[in-house]
């Protein structure tokens, strides 16, 4: 007589897998030398993600970012710089005042 063993595999939910997506974030300021999108998703590091000075004067980037909400900032010439076009605003844990944006 046989003996059938069973492995039991945990099964994911569509909603369960880590998806990405790129998110375009668009700064006005035109007189900046240099802009960077900073965030939770980039440890608020400024040399992650530098945005790119398109002709009309926005600056540019797109960034890969997973489902649910983010916190993150413009660095303008090191200056930080809320998103006036964000879905609201919230605190870090530094204490600042930061934009917030959801992705689905």
Request: charged share 20%; aromatic share 10%; with cysteine.
């Amino acid at each position: 007589m046989k003996t059938l063993i069973l492995k039991l595999v945990p099964t994911r939910r569509c909603s369960d897998r880590p998806m990405t997506k790129p998110v375009n974030f668009y700064c006005e300021a035109p007189k900046a030398r240099a802009v960077s999108v900073i965030g939770d998703f980039n440890t608020w590091c400024p040399n992650a993600h530098p945005m790119q000075l398109r002709p009309d004067g926005i600056w540019y980037a797109q960034v890969w970012l997973r489902h649910g909400h983010h916190r993150y900032q413009f660095q303008a010439d090191g200056e930080p710089v809320l998103d006036p076009h964000a879905m609201g605003e919230t605190w870090n844990e530094t204490h600042q005042r930061v934009s917030i944006l959801a992705v689905s």
